[in-house]
Every structure is written in C-alpha cells, then in structure tokens.
Nanobody
Framework: QVQLVESGGGLVQPGGSLKLSCAAS????????MGWYRQAPGKQRELVAV???????NHADSVKGRFTISRDNAKNTVYLEMNNLKPEDTAVYYC???????????WGQGTQVTVSS
C-alpha cells in the first residue's frame, strides 16, 4: 500500500504562482511513475502532468509553459510548480502513483487550488 499526501494548495490571484508537493510512502519511490491530475466542479478528472521513473515528463497542452512537474527521489516527493495561474486552473489537484510491478494505481486525497481576484 502506498500513501500519498498532497500539500501547497490555496487561494491565489490570477497571474500568481503556487507549488504543490506530494509526499509518497514506500521504499521504491524512484521506480514510481508519478502524476498530477485535477478535477474542476462539474468536469471529469484530467491529467495535468506526469513524470516517469527515468525523469521524462509530459504536460497537458493547457499548462505547457506555465506548469512544471519534478521529483526528488531522496525526499520521496513529487512537485508541481504552477506559474501564471488562470481562473480556469481552479480545481482539486490530485497526486497519482503508478507503482511497479504491473500497474498499481494510488491516489492522494487532493488539494484545492482556487485562482480568483
């Protein structure tokens, strides 16, 4: 069982920045594929960004150039740095882990990000 704990959400004005963190349990964190998803009210959960065990990243088109996913394997933590935030970025942000062997998927409890003036 892998536990994921997100932090760093909050209220920010348009154009502002936030950095989300997700701390994961487990001794093989370096082998996990980690992702950030978000879900806005009335919408489906969508992928924001993903980072593989090897460090390759992929970001949704809607956040490219504004958001950056990264990881620190020594701290068992994945980050999502969010810049130039827009009201449409308002959502609950969830951390996701894909744990080998096979596909074992785990979710965090989510952290609210609200972009509003």
């Amino acid at each position: 069982q892998v536990q994921l704990v997100e932090s760093g959400g909050g209220l920010v004005q348009p154009g502002g920045s936030l950095k989300l963190s997700c701390a994961a349990s487990g001794r093989i964190f370096s082998l996990y594929t980690m992702g950030w998803y978000r879900q806005a009210p009335g919408k489906q959960r969508e992928l924001v960004a993903v980072i593989t065990a090897g460090g390759s990243t992929n970001h949704a088109d809607s956040v490219k150039g504004r958001f950056t996913i990264s990881r620190d394997n020594a701290k068992n933590t994945v980050y999502l740095e969010m810049n130039n935030l827009k009201p449409e970025d308002t959502a609950v942000y969830y951390c996701n882990a894909d744990v080998p062997p096979g596909r074992n998927i785990y979710w965090g409890q989510g952290t609210q990000v609200t972009v509003s003036s």
